[in-house]
């Protein structure tokens, strides 16, 4: 009788286990993604992406999402509020330089699949063309002006 109970409750344990992996699982498949997001973007951006107020440009409704220039503003950074006459930003987009392109891939795929309906995944092979061109966009014309 107690050792049906402790496989009883072993069993338990492993049907626990089974249900907590499942849940996370089902929250957003982009898990890395989302981790990346709320850890370096959604202080400026917000949690649902939507900036803020006429200070941080909204992500959900980019016109950029979907678009290597999406990924070229998170590599390179965006610093021409003052150029196209939009100084109410408080702040600049800061450069992520750091990103490996899976981590790249993961946060372009969370951000997509959250806020674009006609969704399609970006593969590592397609992040690494977009991280290139983003590169050679530089050494043609600096994206950062210098003041
Ligand atoms: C310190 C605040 C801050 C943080 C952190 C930040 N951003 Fe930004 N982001 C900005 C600002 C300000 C702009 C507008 C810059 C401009 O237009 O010159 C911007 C612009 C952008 C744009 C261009 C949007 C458009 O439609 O033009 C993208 C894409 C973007 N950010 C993505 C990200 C991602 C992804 C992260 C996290 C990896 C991130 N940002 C983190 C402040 C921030």
Redesign the pocket.
């Known amino acids: 009788m107690i050792l049906l109970s402790f496989i009883l409750r072993k069993f338990h344990y492993w049907l626990f286990g089974i249900s907590v992996v499942a849940v996370s699982c089902h929250e957003s498949p982009y898990m890395q993604g989302k981790r990346?997001?709320e850890y370096?973007?959604?202080?400026?951006?917000m949690e649902d992406g939507q900036?803020l107020s006429r200070?941080?440009?909204?992500?959900a409704t980019?016109?950029?999402?979907g678009k290597p220039?999406?990924?070229c503003?998170?590599i390179l950074?965006?610093?021409?509020?003052i150029k196209?006459n939009?100084s109410y930003?408080?702040?600049?987009?800061?450069a992520?330089q750091s990103?490996t392109t899976t981590e790249l891939t993961n946060?372009?795929n969370y951000?997509q699949h959250r806020w674009q309906s006609d969704f399609a995944e970006t593969s590592i092979r397609e992040m690494e063309e977009m991280v290139s061109f983003c590169k050679q966009k530089t050494s043609e014309q600096p994206a950062i002006p210098e003041n």
């Open positions: 990346l997001y370096h973007c959604q202080s400026c951006h900036g200070m941080i440009p909204s992500l980019s016109s950029l999402l220039e999406f990924c503003v998170i950074g965006k610093k021409d509020t196209n939009v930003l408080a702040q600049e987009m800061p992520f990103f946060l372009v951000m």
